[in-house]
Nanobody, 124 residues
Framework: QVQLVESGGGLVQAGGSLRLSCAASGLTFSSYAMGWFRQAPGKEREFVASISWSGETTDYADSVRGRFTISRDNAKNTVYLHMNRLKPEDTAVYYC?????????????????WGQGTQVTVSS
């Protein structure tokens, strides 16, 4: 059974930083792309970032490019999202995800497994 467990969310002031972690189990982690999505209240879930199985290729939403960095440690079966220069509009529940059929590009409709989500709140 595939499980994705996020951690690291919390409350931070605008301009601050957070690091989210997602621990995966039940799959050959090093074989699959991983990604992060987020959903703000009243909005649809949106793509944030993704990373290929090797970590060599990444993809970012325009709204976070240059501020967020996705990385992975295949030895620890963990993917990270380093979030810098946070803005109030980054406030959302952040979800870890995997699409077993992609190299790096992810859309919410094609995600095979989701984590339970972790809340990130950025105060102004």
């Amino acid at each position: 059974q595939v499980q994705l467990v996020e951690s690291g969310g919390g409350l931070v002031q605008a301009g601050g930083s957070l690091r989210l972690s997602c621990a995966a189990s039940g799959l050959t982690f090093s074989s699959y792309a991983m990604g992060w999505f987020r959903q703000a209240p009243g909005k649809e879930r949106e793509f944030v970032a993704s990373i290929s199985w090797s970590g060599e290729t990444t993809d970012y939403a325009d709204s976070v490019r240059g501020r967020f960095t996705i990385s992975r440690d295949n030895a620890k079966n963990t993917v990270y999202l380093h979030m810098n220069r946070l803005k109030p509009e980054d406030t959302a529940v952040y979800y870890c995800a995997t699409d077993l059929d992609t190299i790096v590009v992810m859309t919410s409709a094609r995600v095979d497994y989701w984590g339970q989500g972790t809340q990130v709140t950025v105060s102004s």
